[in-house]
Every structure is written in structure tokens, then in C-alpha cells.
């Protein structure tokens, strides 16, 4: 008879301060409506089928089966399929904790893959089918994977684990940000934020820059563009319309902004929509 013994050898693990909130598996059908957002926790998203991209503000990124992004608190992103080939992802929700690369700071999404090392969707599976079944220990159970994939992860992609509370936005930038997505059509200056956070304009100013990588106003522009070109595509108000439905006290500013971010002006880039959807 073959007998081998191992030793369990004791790693000095620094205790992993994450807790799941949430768990979701997603098939992105034709019904959904891709919209950037944000998150107060960390988001770890894991494709198990299909193809598509990532979206942040400062572009997309191709993914995957197999691929892993970890996307830090407060960044805002959006998920798309390429069509005729639909993804099919989990999305964790993960609060005391958000990931580092060596050299790189808390904020910054991440990047993995797992396409050969199936055990990662185990874990995902397992974890669904824990909480969907609700049994005696399962959120436990769910814990516990989630501290196991968390190991994973680290040290096959060489990251470190931080504590959210490092890199969590503060309570008036999150108001200001929540104000902003809320009321972007109106006429917004720093002084108006400044009066609703009664913080210094200047260190406001600085401290959302901080945590969102944009200034209060850049931020602004980039949510009143989103919506531009929204309306743009699935609408036919003029570009002079939509320029003031969006806040945009002057057409010719719109279209400047719009140029600078786009590389083309609002009406060339609905020629090109128009065209292409043709």
C-alpha cells in the first residue's frame, strides 16, 4: 500500500476583513440597458461564457470567458456583450476590502484571468448554490469561499488585498457625486456645492478629485455627455435641444466639450450612429 503523509505547514495570513453583500449571475439578453455606475463596495466580476467589454470613463476593455476584473469602490463602469455572443458573469459584492497591484494604488480596477483553472467558476457555483438553497450555514459557507477565491486571486495574480476604509470616498464627496448624477440638467458651480457640503470649494474640490479621479465640474461634463449621446442616438431633438435639456447654457461650449471628448461634433457623431445602425 502507497501511503504519503504531508504536514499542514501554518501561514501567517493577515486576516481578510471582507464581507460578502451580494452575489448575482447575470446572461446579458437584449433587454438590458448598459449604464455607467458606481458601487460604495468592491465588485469582483467573473465571466463564465461569451464575449464583450468592460466600459469605464477613461475607455473599454475586452473580456472574456475566463476573465476576472475587480473594480474598486466609487468607479464607475458598465458591462456590454458583443452581439451574437451574449455573456453569461457572476458579480460579487464585496464590502471591507478592495485590491492592489504592486506599484499601483487602491483605486485602480484589475484585470485577471482564469480561463485555465476551472475551479474558479467551482467557487462561484457553489457559492449560488448556497445562497439560492438558504440552508443552515450557508452565508458561512459563502464566507468562507469568498475568503478561499480572495487567496486565489492574490496569489496567482500577485495582488494585495487593502482595507476599503483606505480609499472609501468621504460622506460629503458622495453627496456631491449622488447631487451631481441626480441634477447634472441643472445649473451646477462649485460655489453651489460648496453650500451644499458647507466645506472649503477648494478642499471639496480636491478631495472629490481624490477619490473619483475627476474634478466636481469634469465630472459634470463627462455625466451631461453621457446622457448627450444618448439622446442623440435614440432621439431626434436637435443638437441645440438636447445641448440645453442637459445644462449646457451654451451651444457652442456643448459642442467644444463634446469635440474635445468624442473626436467629433454632436451632429457628425449622429450621422455616424444614423449610419451605422442603417
Not at 475566463?66 to 458573469?89: A, C, F, N, W
Not at 459642442?255 to 457628425?268: D, E, L, S
Amino acid at each position: 500500500m502507497a501511503h504519503r503523509h504531508y504536514s499542514v505547514q501554518s501561514t501567517d495570513i493577515e486576516k481578510l476583513n471582507a464581507k460578502l453583500l451580494s452575489i448575482t449571475l447575470s446572461v446579458d439578453e437584449k433587454d438590458w440597458q448598459s449604464v455607467l455606475h458606481t458601487h460604495h463596495f468592491t465588485e469582483i466580476f467573473y465571466v463564465v461564457s461569451g464575449n464583450g467589454k468592460f466600459v469605464f470613463q477613461d475607455g473599454s476593455y475586452s473580456i472574456n470567458a475566463g476573465d476576472l476584473v475587480i473594480v474598486p469602490p466609487y468607479i464607475r463602469h458598465t458591462e456590454q456583450s458583443i452581439p451574437g455572443s451574449p455573456m453569461k458573469y457572476y458579480v460579487l459584492g464585496i464590502d471591507g476590502i478592495t485590491f492592489q497591484s504592486e506599484g499601483e494604488p487602491a483605486s485602480m480596477k484589475i484585470f485577471c484571468n482564469f480561463s485555465t483553472t476551472p475551479y474558479i467558476t467551482k467557487i462561484f457555483e457553489q457559492m449560488l448554490y448556497e445562497i439560492r438553497n438558504n440552508e443552515y450555514g450557508s452565508d458561512a459557507i459563502c464566507q468562507k469561499l469568498l475568503e478561499i477565491l480572495i487567496i486565489k486571486v492574490t496569489r496567482t495574480h500577485h495582488l494585495f488585498p487593502v482595507p476599503s476604509s483606505s480609499v472609501r470616498m468621504t460622506k460629503e464627496c458622495a453627496q456631491i457625486k449622488e447631487y451631481l448624477d441626480a441634477n447634472y440638467a441643472e445649473h451646477i458651480t462649485l460655489d453651489s456645492l460648496t453650500s451644499l457640503t458647507h466645506m472649503n470649494k477648494y478642499y471639496m474640490a480636491h478631495s472629490f478629485t481624490k477619490y473619483t479621479g475627476l474634478s466636481p465640474i469634469q465630472y459634470l461634463n463627462e455625466r451631461r455627455l453621457e446622457n448627450a449621446r444618448h439622446l442623440l442616438k435614440e432621439t431626434d431633438y436637435s443638437v441645440s435641444d438636447i445641448s440645453s435639456m442637459i445644462g449646457f447654457s451654451s451651444h457652442s461650449y456643448f459642442t467644444q466639450i463634446f469635440r474635445k471628448k468624442c473626436g467629433m461634433t454632436p451632429i457628425k457623431y449622429r450621422q455616424n450612429v444614423t449610419k451605422k445602425n442603417g
